[in-house]
T-cell receptor, first 117, second 115 residues
């Protein structure tokens, strides 16, 4: 089945620790995104990548880092610099590429819920 | 500025009632795309519909219908004869053509359908 796989689904972290959330897609999409969702709020963009080995900051990138070494993978690291990391994290992808504006829908994973103890 | 407003934070209805979820957007772009997503308790956002700014035809898909009115910058979503399985958080989103890396999401409307 084609889709986006996020892991782990639940993650607990002690203060001061870095954690990495995995996101893998087999949709052959060029563009990938990380969003953060807090209770009662919409989705806020953390980072996005339109192509391998390239990524850009979104609206709330501070305290996060990403890499895009493979088309299929876009891991997110929540660093100790992120002051309030407890949230629900969603990875998404869209077709992207082809040199024309990507106007399609986003496809989402099932999310990872991070709790800081 | 780009913005999506979903003024209804939470709605509760009884099964079989019709319910409309409101979405109002702001954009200076002439070409843009509007979306609705459903987020069930499992957490994954499920795509429901995509509309471009030049297509103001209403759309019906089973019990779901969408009313796009450019004049009022609204893209409302109606569920007819609601069912318990419709209980979820629904998000409206805007994707401008010329800043297509960004989706602008509303804050979502939580729909509770009671048996």
């Amino acid at each position: 089945d084609g889709g986006i796989t996020q892991s782990p689904k639940y993650l607990f972290r002690k203060e001061g620790q870095n954690v990495t959330l995995s996101c893998e897609q087999n949709l052959n999409h060029d563009a990938m995104y990380w969003y953060r969702q807090d209770p009662g709020q919409g989705l806020r963009l953390i980072y996005y990548s339109q192509i391998v080995n390239d990524f850009q900051k979104g609206d709330i990138a501070e305290g996060y880092s990403v890499s895009r070494e493979k088309k299929e993978s876009f891991p997110l690291t929540v660093t100790s610099a992120q002051k309030n990391p407890t949230a629900f994290y969603l990875c998404a992808s869209s077709m992207g590429g082809s040199g024309t504006p990507d106007t399609g829908e986003l496809f989402f994973g099932e999310g990872s819920r991070l709790t800081v103890l | 500025a780009q913005k999506v407003t979903q003024a209804q934070t939470e709605i509760s209805v009884v099964e079989k009632e019709d319910v409309t979820l409101d979405c109002v957007y702001e954009t200076r772009d002439t070409t843009y795309y509007l979306f609705w997503y459903k987020q069930p308790p499992s957490g994954e956002l499920v795509f429901l519909i995509r509309r471009n700014s030049f297509d103001e035809q209403n759309e019906i898909s089973g019990r779901y219908s969408w009313n796009f009115q450019k004049s009022t910058s609204s893209f409302n979503f109606t569920i007819t004869a609601s069912q318990v399985v419709d209980s979820a958080v629904y998000f409206c989103a805007l994707r401008p053509l010329y800043n297509f890396n960004k989706f602008y999401f509303g804050s979502g409307t939580k729909l509770n359908v009671k048996p």
